[in-house]
């Protein structure tokens, strides 16, 4: 199927992620994913004050066309054994299953570095490969998020 294109189409901008420790979470974000910090503020709008009470800092992440918006938070560790309605992962594309081993490699090697503080002690799963050659494997990030990496074969986008 052809998707035709739109001026009017949206464009994916950011992700928001909410953390209780926001040095932990740029140091990791840095590392794991090699994000550059661009921006940083602690003075917020009144709307962003009421939408998120108790806001302390936002910082900007950002790889390639990736950008992550971390703001610390006081709040609930993520439960992902609990139902709830939330974003439930965010998925990035690796151009080389190589890329896959590498990642989740990097993933553990980070972890077991002790350097990082994570909400959950959940290891990245196997590399999954589906019928259609399409490979992923999940891992949660330092907050209790869940990621997901994918490799797709071919022209599939
Ligand atoms: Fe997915």
């Not at 900007?60 to 609930?76: A, C, D, K, S, Y």
């Not at 909400?119 to 590399?127: G, N």
């Not at 589906?130 to 907050?143: K, L, M, P, R, T």
Request: glycine share 6%; hydrophobic share 35%; with cysteine.
């Amino acid at each position: 199927m052809t998707v035709s294109p739109s001026a009017l189409a949206p464009r994916f901008h950011h992700v928001g992620v909410q953390t209780n420790d926001l040095d932990n979470s740029v140091r990791w974000y840095s590392e794991f994913l090699g994000c550059e910090q661009v921006w940083v503020l602690d003075r917020f709008s009144e709307l962003t004050r009421s939408r998120l009470p108790g806001i302390r800092t936002l910082t900007e992440m950002v790889v390639g066309e990736v950008r992550i918006h971390l703001f610390e938070r006081p709040g609930q560790a993520a439960d992902p054994g609990q139902s709830a309605v939330q974003f439930q992962h965010f998925c990035f594309r690796v151009h080389d299953p190589d890329e896959l081993v590498t990642t989740r490699q990097r993933w553990i090697d980070l972890y077991k570095s002790g350097r990082f503080w994570f909400a959950l002690d959940e290891q990245p799963t196997d590399i999954v490969v589906d019928d259609d050659g399409i490979q992923s494997f999940y891992a949660y990030e330092v907050n209790g998020l869940e990621l997901e990496f994918t490799y797709l074969p071919g022209d599939q986008s």
